[in-house]
C-alpha cells in the first residue's frame, strides 16, 4: 500500500507559478513510477506529466507546452510539478499518482495502482 498526500495548490495570478509537492509512505518509492493528473470542474481528469523510476523519463501533455516540469527526490519520497507561466486553463484539482512499473510512462489513470487525494489549483484572470 502507498499513501500519497499533494501540497502547494492555492490561488495564484495568471503569469504566476507554483510548485506542487506530493509525499509518499508505505511501500518503497523509488519503484514506483510517478504521475501527476488534474480535473478541472464538470470535465474528465487528464494526464499532466509522468517521471519513471527507472533511467527518470518524463513525458508531459502537449498543452504543457514546457511551463511545467515533473521531478522526484527518492531520498524524500516526493514528486514535485513544477508550473510555471500558468493560465486561468490550468484551474484544476491536481493529482498525483503512482505506477508500481518502474519503466511506466502511462498518460492513461488506468496505468496507475494509487492516487492522492488531489490539491486545488486556482489561476485567476
Known amino acids: 500500500q502507498v499513501q500519497l498526500v499533494e501540497s502547494g495548490g492555492g490561488l495564484v495570478q495568471a503569469g504566476g507559478s507554483l510548485r506542487l509537492s506530493c509525499v509518499a509512505s508505505?511501500?518503497?518509492?523509488?519503484?514506483?513510477?510517478m504521475g501527476w493528473f488534474r480535473q478541472a470542474p464538470g470535465k474528465e481528469r487528464e494526464f499532466v506529466a509522468v517521471i519513471s523510476s527507472s533511467f527518470r523519463r518524463t513525458t508531459y501533455a502537449d498543452f504543457v507546452k514546457a511551463r511545467f516540469t515533473i521531478s522526484r527526490d527518492d531520498a524524500k519520497n516526493t514528486v514535485y510539478l513544477q508550473m510555471n507561466s500558468l493560465t486561468p486553463e490550468d484551474t484544476a484539482v491536481y493529482y498525483c499518482?503512482?505506477?508500481?512499473?518502474?519503466?511506466?510512462?502511462?498518460?492513461?489513470?488506468?496505468?496507475?495502482?494509487?492516487w492522492g487525494q488531489g490539491t486545488q489549483v486556482t489561476v485567476s484572470s
Open positions: 508505505g511501500r518503497v518509492f523509488s519503484r514506483y513510477s
Open positions: 499518482a503512482a505506477d508500481n512499473n518502474p519503466l511506466g510512462t502511462g498518460r492513461s489513470s488506468n496505468e496507475y495502482d494509487y
